[in-house]
């Protein structure tokens, strides 16, 4: 699997490179948008061509106010053969003569097995029409919106409806099962073709990198200045929106490794025809992202170490490099977890009191911290094994004490395999332990005290407390106002 996220890569690598400087301008391929001319009927005179998209705004025009009937006129009421007749005719595209000339009693009847002649024949599968394209079963006619819905007049009137499966009225899939799809018009030669929400922008197909809905609901930040395509009041602005979306991912998304894989198999066949020869690398993700929502984490984080040093990570996200990257900015630093080799949380934490005042538990403040101030002002992020300028002050019973004499933080952690899993990078709450937990318990703070020493060699005070597990905290305060001056022996 780690083959995947490598091709992905390179695929997304290449694709910036052909960007230039911000924008890439490749050349549309032929089945985007120019098809070759196979049309043999009475349309062949529609040499300037037209565009999809005028077809589809036309028949909107009348989604929702044109009643189903036995009419012929779009300003009576049609059937679903009488409503796309009538739209291309607007164009001057006769859909209806050779249907009629090939004794085919329905005109749905005539395209299914005959609709080459009216136009070029896209294929079977709905996902593959375009604006302005018909789709067709035995039984039915509809105009293909080329955003997965298409525009028909049904029992209902003249409606927008989906194609597949969500179909509320049932007009398609409920005959054969089987469609046709043909397009019955020249496409304008000097046209720039553009879908934005299904990623085709200014005559380029960026579709199997670049997803709208993943887009828009990945990347927040964007939602904030863009809103959404499903919040749009009608399709002008919903067009606009997307629009919005699709350009900041060419001019900045690409270069931020903001980007959508759809089809894996694709890099799989690359790799097969061209790769292997090229001698690419098939096992490593190069060039992982390290962007995510706009800021650039590589001073504190490489994929490759990251899922090796973590088996989790390396049996979710070895070939993944987004989404351990995301993993990494919304848990792995709140968990502690090191992203690279170059920053150490715990050698952080232990080095510089400063942060642990100001950013206390919160551990993602101190990889930001780094990120943003430390690496510059050269603060050191690796090889510190103990905490230094721990805290030792600390009020209890109402009395402020240095607890110095008889702590010692590193000594407490690494004594007691407790306080290391919780309190490893915690001094202050260390401390807190200390004093409230640990003295009633009888632990050693620091090699310098030893209750049981202190005990056995202060009888007067044995004296006084005994050995009630309720006095303990009374010897520990003696020997910090008292015993460490009167050189009592406490170890």
Same mark, same amino acid.
């Given at each position: 699997?780690?083959?995947?996220?490598?091709?992905?890569?390179?695929?997304?690598?290449? %694709? /910036? %490179?052909?960007?230039?400087?911000?924008?890439?301008?490749?050349?549309?391929?032929?089945?985007?948008?120019?098809?070759?001319?196979?049309?043999?009927?009475?349309?062949?005179?529609? &040499?300037?061509?037209?565009?999809?998209?005028?077809?589809?705004?036309?028949?909107?025009?009348?989604?929702?106010?044109?009643?189903? +009937?036995?009419?012929?006129?779009?300003?009576?009421?049609?059937?679903?053969?009488?409503?796309?007749?009538?739209?291309?005719?607007?164009?001057?595209?006769?859909?209806?003569?050779?249907?009629?000339?090939?004794?085919? +009693?329905?005109?749905?009847?005539?395209?299914?097995?005959?609709?080459?002649?009216? +136009?070029?024949?896209?294929?079977?599968?709905?996902?593959?029409?375009?604006?302005?394209?018909?789709?067709?079963?035995?039984?039915?006619?509809?105009?293909?919106?080329?955003?997965?819905?298409?525009?028909?007049?049904?029992?209902?009137?003249?409606?927008?409806?989906?194609?597949?499966?969500?179909?509320?009225?049932?007009?398609?899939?409920?005959?054969?099962?089987?469609?046709?799809?043909?397009?019955?018009?020249?496409?304008?030669?000097?046209?720039?073709?553009?879908?934005?929400?299904?990623?085709?922008?200014?005559?380029?197909?960026?579709?199997?990198?670049?997803?709208?809905?993943?887009?828009?609901?990945?990347?927040?930040?964007?939602?904030?200045?863009?809103?959404?395509?499903?919040?749009?009041?009608?399709?002008?602005?919903?067009?606009?929106?997307?629009? %919005?979306?699709?350009?900041?991912?060419?001019?900045?998304?690409?270069?931020?490794?903001?980007?959508?894989?759809?089809?894996?198999?694709?890099?799989?066949?690359?790799?097969?025809?061209?790769?292997?020869? &090229?001698?690419?690398? +098939?096992?490593?993700?190069?060039?992982?992202?390290?962007?995510?929502?706009?800021?650039?984490?590589?001073?504190?984080?490489?994929?490759?170490?990251?899922?090796?040093?973590?088996?989790?990570?390396?049996?979710?996200?070895?070939?993944?490099? &987004?989404?351990?990257?995301?993993?990494?900015? &919304?848990?792995?630093? /709140?968990?502690?977890?090191?992203?690279?080799?170059?920053?150490?949380?715990?050698?952080?934490?232990?080095?510089?009191?400063?942060?642990?005042?100001?950013?206390?538990?919160?551990?993602?403040?101190?990889?930001?911290?780094? #990120?943003?101030?430390?690496?510059?002002?050269?603060?050191?992020?690796?090889?510190?094994?103990?905490?230094?300028?721990?805290?030792?002050?600390?009020?209890?019973?109402?009395?402020?004490?240095?607890?110095?004499?008889?702590?010692?933080?590193?000594?407490?952690?690494?004594?007691?395999?407790? #306080?290391?899993?919780?309190?490893?990078?915690?001094?202050?709450?260390?401390?807190?332990?200390?004093?409230?937990?640990?003295?009633?318990?009888?632990?050693?703070?620091?090699?310098?005290?030893?209750?049981?020493?202190?005990?056995?060699?202060?009888?007067?005070?044995?004296?006084?407390?005994?050995?009630?597990?309720?006095?303990?905290?009374?010897?520990?305060?003696?020997? #910090?106002?008292?015993?460490?001056?009167?050189?009592?022996?406490?170890?």
């Amino acid at each position: 699997m780690i083959f995947r996220g490598l091709i992905k890569r390179i695929t997304y690598g290449t %694709l /910036a %490179l052909a960007m230039g400087f911000s924008v890439y301008v490749g050349s549309p391929a032929d089945p985007v948008y120019v098809y070759a001319d196979t049309t043999v009927n009475d349309n062949d005179n529609k &040499e300037a061509g037209i565009s999809g998209e005028e077809i589809v705004a036309l028949a909107a025009s009348y989604v929702g106010k044109l009643p189903y +009937g036995g009419g012929k006129s779009l300003e009576t009421s049609v059937d679903c053969a009488w409503f796309a007749g009538r739209i291309f005719e607007k164009f001057g595209i006769d859909i209806y003569a050779t249907s009629y000339r090939y004794g085919y +009693g329905t005109l749905s009847g005539y395209l299914f097995y005959q609709g080459r002649d009216i +136009g070029t024949f896209v294929g079977t599968d709905p996902k593959l029409a375009q604006a302005g394209d018909l789709i067709v079963t035995t039984g039915h006619v509809a105009i293909a919106t080329g955003k997965g819905t298409a525009i028909s007049a049904l029992m209902q009137g003249v409606r927008e409806h989906p194609v597949q499966d969500g179909d509320p009225y049932h007009y398609f899939g409920g005959y054969n099962g089987e469609y046709r799809i043909y397009r019955p018009f020249k496409v304008k030669a000097n046209a720039v073709y553009n879908d934005p929400i299904n990623g085709i922008y200014q005559g380029v197909d960026y579709s199997a990198v670049y997803n709208y809905k993943y887009y828009s609901t990945r990347y927040t930040d964007l939602a904030g200045y863009y809103g959404f395509v499903e919040n749009a009041k009608d399709q002008s602005e919903a067009t606009s929106i997307a629009e %919005l979306y699709i350009k900041h991912f060419i001019n900045h998304g690409m270069r931020e490794g903001r980007y959508w894989d759809r089809d894996y198999v694709k890099y799989f066949v690359h790799y097969m025809n061209h790769g292997k020869k &090229e001698n690419r690398n +098939g096992r490593k993700i190069l060039n992982p992202v390290t962007v995510y929502n706009g800021v650039d984490y590589k001073d504190i984080y490489d994929f490759n170490y990251y899922v090796n040093k973590y088996p989790d990570m390396k049996n979710y996200y070895s070939d993944d490099d &987004e989404a351990a990257l995301k993993h990494f900015v &919304e848990h792995g630093m /709140a968990e502690g977890r090191q992203g690279n080799e170059s920053f150490e949380l715990t050698s952080y934490k232990y080095l510089y009191s400063d942060l642990r005042t100001h950013f206390g538990n919160d551990n993602k403040k101190y990889y930001i911290h780094y #990120m943003n101030y430390g690496k510059k002002e050269g603060r050191t992020s690796t090889g510190v094994t103990k905490m230094v300028n721990y805290q030792t002050l600390y009020t209890y019973n109402g009395e402020t004490l240095n607890f110095s004499k008889v702590y010692d933080f590193n000594y407490y952690i690494n004594k007691y395999p407790d #306080m290391k899993k919780y309190y490893q990078n915690d001094d202050a709450g260390a401390l807190k332990h200390f004093v409230e937990h640990g003295i009633r318990e009888g632990r050693q703070g620091s090699e310098n005290f030893n209750l049981q020493v202190y005990r056995s060699n202060s009888p007067d005070l044995m004296r006084l407390w005994g050995v009630d597990k309720s006095n303990n905290y009374l010897y520990y305060r003696h020997y #910090m106002i008292h015993g460490y001056r009167e050189n009592r022996k406490s170890h």
